[in-house]
């Protein structure tokens, strides 16, 4: 089945910069669109960024002038850049992808387990 994987998280400095990554793997007739979210303990999962193709959207506001969304297709993966890092950043981070496994499927949301990224001041 299909698996996604994040990789990337850590602890940095304030103003320092993390590099996730989330890759699937498994069957996968297409990889629609990625999305990453973010969670703290407690609160609502927060959208962070988006990709359908193109450069993508950052959707969380806090987020806007320094974080930045790519993928690339041929190794179904996708990242996501995080400059200019603030303790309000820290969170679990998670990887959403919408996957069709075959060519008659629809659909299908999938997650990772997420990564942890914690900044410190």
């Known amino acids: 089945q299909v698996q996604l994987v994040e990789s990337g998280g850590g602890l940095v400095q304030s103003g320092g910069s993390l590099r996730l990554a989330c890759k699937a793997s498994g069957r996968i007739s297409a990889l629609h669109a990625w999305s990453w979210y973010r969670q703290i303990p407690g609160q609502q999962r927060e959208l962070v960024a988006s990709?359908?193709?193109?450069?993508?959207?950052i959707n969380a506001e806090s987020a806007k002038g320094r974080f930045s969304i790519s993928r690339d297709n041929g190794k179904n993966t996708v990242y996501l850049q995080m400059n200019s890092l603030k303790p309000e950043d820290t969170a679990a981070y998670y990887c959403?992808?919408?996957?069709?496994?075959?060519?008659?499927?629809?659909?299908?949301?999938?997650w990772g387990l997420g990564t942890q990224v914690t900044v410190s001041s």
């Open positions: 959403n992808a919408k996957i069709r496994q075959t060519w008659s499927d629809t659909l299908k949301d999938y």
């Open positions: 990709i359908t193709s193109g450069t993508g959207t």
